[in-house]
Structure formats: C-alpha cells, structure tokens
C-alpha cells in the first residue's frame, strides 16, 4: 500500500472535516431528506432530488478522506533532524531571480497544497528542485511560464 505523506496540521484538518461532515453535515441532510418525503409525491419534488444529490457528495466525501488518512504517513518536521536540508514539510524562503523578490514556501502533501497560502506540493516541480538543498544553494525549474532560478535564503523546521 503506497504511503501518502501529510503535514501534522494537514491531516488535523482533514480530521476535522470529517467530524464536521459525520456530525453536522450528514445529520443535516438526512433531516433534509425525510421532510422532503412528507411532501408527497417524489418524482416532482426538487428539495428531495436535491438533498439526495447533496446525501451522495457529502458520503463520496467522507470515503475519500477516510482513505487519505488511512494510508496517510503523517510527518512531524519538528521532529525530524534534517541537518538544514529542504525535506517535506520544512518552510522554506527562495530569492526569485525573475521577480526580483523573496517567497515562502512550505512543502506539503498533494492534498494540502495551496499556491495561494505557500503550501506547495511535494510532487510539484519547484518543491522537487527544493528538496535536499540547503542554505546558499540555487537551483533551477522548468515552470509553464518559462525557467526560473531560485536560490535558497532560510530553512525552517516549524
């Protein structure tokens, strides 16, 4: 069975999905649904289509985290000695030579990643150029928008 690997902050909002989907979602629905029935004829009845439609998203939902946290690797970096080397899960700032600007990212699992937040995924192709360099070290990525130098300013193991 193939590990995914998650952040400790990751999988706890994936957790926390899933209590909110068991305890408030699907109740909710499931009331929704039964007082749809009380109108009678269903063929017609638009609340209960919906509602049943709403029923199937949040039970696929539910499947696909459970699986995500069972083959979950859930990865404390906190707790990891990497020596100052960009590993997954380390916070990591970059000098981008073609905006002239500094960025921060933080490497992450496929399911977290956020390019808006700075939450890039451990499978994209700048956190692949990233990991296992240090400090000082450069290193340069093929991205749609053309190749891009970035150098490594600070690793942070937070």
Known sequence: MKRTPLTV????????????????????????????????????NAEYHAAREEQGLIEARIKDIEAKLSTAE???????????????????????????SEVTYQIVGEDEADIKEG???????????????EEGDECEVETPGGLRRYEIVEVRYQ
């Open 119 to 133: 939450l890039l995924s451990v499978n994209s192709p700048i956190a692949r150029a990233l990991i296992g360099k």
């Open 74 to 100: 859930i990865i404390d970096v906190t707790k990891v000695n990497a020596q100052g080397k960009v590993i997954f899960g380390a916070t990591v700032d970059v000098y981008d030579e073609a905006s002239d």
């Open 9 to 44: 902050r990751g999988a706890e909002r994936l957790k926390a999905e899933l209590k909110k989907l068991k305890t408030e979602d699907r109740p909710r629905v499931v009331n929704a649904i039964a007082e749809a029935r009380e109108h009678g004829d269903l063929k017609e």
